[in-house]
T-cell receptor, first 114, second 113 residues
Framework: KAGVTQTPRYLIKTRGQQVTLSCSPI?????VSWYQQTPGQGLQFLFE???????NKGNFPGRFSGRQFSNSRSEMNVSTLELGDSALYLC?????????????FGPGTRLLVL | AQSVSQHNHHVILSEAASLELGCNYS??????LFWYVQYPGQHLQLLLK??????LVKGIKGFEAEFIKSKFSFNLRKPSVQWSDTAEYFC???????????FGAGTRLFVKA
């Protein structure tokens, strides 16, 4: 079974631009979560989607948004990029996204904002 | 707000030394607890998890963790580390029935050969 895939793997943008990142979950997984990983901060929860619905959201500004499609693929968008948005963005999928389920992580998209 | 605290940001050990990484969480209800590991150049992957039953859980590669409810702790242990255990370790908590997993800041472990 193919793992979680994320595209693109690397991205360089300038301040003020916007970016869209994509995540394809493991086949059969309907829950997709997004995290921002930075040195010293660990993984910060962005949001979680299940069956095209956002069920939970972290403490990020409204510039960060996401969506999920009927095939469970998910995208996240960051508008008006700031230097502090430079990070590794990780996507994780699981079957139902509940409690004790293991999350399976993708390789991440490394975003650099100049 | 829920949070996870990992006591050490960096740990350096020699091979065969024993390992204990601390993890405390703040949440009053029942929780599911996880340790994930990120080896250099690899994806984050599950090391072990606790959701009910025996508070001492065993994971892959000889790791184990003990859930102590009264201390809100879920410390990771390994009796004898190997060079290949060099990685970053993340503790995480998910309230039972919730859809949001909170991760700690991570602990970078370096094992000297």
């Amino acid at each position: 079974k193919a793992g979680v895939t994320q595209t693109p793997r690397y991205l360089i943008k300038t301040r003020g631009q916007q970016v869209t990142l994509s995540c394809s979950p493991i086949s059969g997984h309907r829950s997709v979560s997004w995290y921002q990983q930075t040195p010293g901060q660990g993984l910060q929860f962005l949001f979680e989607y299940f069956s095209e619905t956002q069920r939970n959201k972290g403490n990020f500004p409204g510039r960060f948004s996401g969506r999920q499609f009927s095939n469970s693929r998910s995208e996240m968008n960051v508008s008006t990029l700031e230097l502090g948005d430079s990070a590794l963005y990780l996507c994780a999928s699981s079957t139902e996204g509940r409690g004790a389920e293991t999350q399976y992580f993708g390789p991440g998209t490394r975003l650099l904002v100049l | 707000a829920q949070s996870v605290s990992q006591h050490n940001h960096h740990v350096i050990l020699s091979e065969a030394a024993s390992l204990e990484l601390g993890c405390n969480y703040s949440y009053g209800g029942t929780v599911n607890l996880f340790w994930y590991v990120q080896y250099p150049g690899q994806h984050l992957q599950l090391l072990l998890k606790y959701f009910s039953g025996d508070p001492l859980v065993k994971g892959i590669k000889g790791f184990e963790a003990e859930f102590i409810k009264s201390k809100f702790s879920f410390n990771l242990r390994k009796p004898s580390v190997q060079w290949s255990d060099t990685a970053e370790y993340f503790c995480a908590v998910n309230p039972t029935g919730g859809f949001k997993t909170i991760f700690g800041a991570g602990t970078r472990l370096f094992v000297k050969a």
